[in-house]
């Protein structure tokens, strides 16, 4: 079997990023006809067109868009061989890091993040997957993701992780609630209904853990799959809402109409840690996101503690 050409690689990389033969062409100094017979020498390699003119417009067929991901990869890691720490130029990298990230660190370090990438590495882009049923440590595995940041949770034995924040819970009501007319008390919590946050819609949370020990029942009403949603339903409302202590507290800093208090009965803390395959522990771009973020989530830890109503 004939060694392949990398360079159709690279070149393919760069057509399926540009979806241009001339952009290509302009990115890899070559003219465009030097480009379209590259172009040629792909499609012999694959037995696939790759792109289809569709108008003026070229679209990728539906093998490249799988090949997309595997290319990009396998050029990252390509380049990485004949690059020292000193050489790569983290403002002229283009690369794209997929995360999979609670809502939480989202809420809180997307925005300060996003500041230090446009300073440090400006060509870059964060791509946010969503959770899925798929098993996370196999998504770090197969490289379908980069970054893994969740609660705290066995992993495979390989996957590297890092602690980066504790958060708790919080209650969580619009600011004149009723609730806050007296003592915050486990008969009090259990008279006005809840909202509970699920991605997978579940209507039971560690709220529900912690209450049966009292034997104590909440009446779940509203069931949401993201924290947002549940915040804006408070607003004209008397539901009670359950939230992770950080993700509560930056929605207060934002200036929404809400209060919080601590919960009769305290809920287990909550570890929050960053993951990723030891296949990038030694790349430099990767080792800014991660570090990055691990200094971004250490600024922060006194805030909440600031702004939870006593």
Known sequence: MARPDLNLLLALDVLLDEGSVIGAARRMNLS???????????????????????????????KALALREQVRQAVAQATQVFASDSEIDLKSLDRRFNVRATDEFLSIYLGQLL????????????????????????????????????????LGQEIRVQPL????????????HPIFGGDVTLERITRWEHINVS??????????TALEKYGVHRHVSLIVPNPYTALFALQDSDLLLPLPKHLASSALAAGLHIRLFELPTPLETVLLTQAWHPRLDSDPAHRWL???IHSLCNEYETLAKKLITP
């Not at 098993?135 to 066995?154: C, N, Y």
């Open 115 to 154: 500041g230090a990438m446009a300073t440090d590495m400006p060509r870059a882009m964060l791509r946010f997957s969503p959770e899925e049923d798929d098993v996370d440590e196999e998504a770090l595995r197969s490289g379908r993701i980069d970054l893994f940041i969740s609660g705290s949770r066995k």
């Open 290 to 292: 991660r570090n990055t």
């Open 199 to 208: 991605r997978r819609g579940k209507s039971i949370g560690p709220i529900d």
């Open 32 to 62: 465009p006809p030097a480009m379209s017979r590259t172009l040629s020498r792909i499609r012999e390699a694959l037995g696939d067109p790759v792109f289809e003119q569709v108008g003026r417009k070229l679209m990728p067929t539906p």
């Open 165 to 176: 924040f504790t958060t708790t819970f919080v209650g969580v009501a619009r600011v004149d």
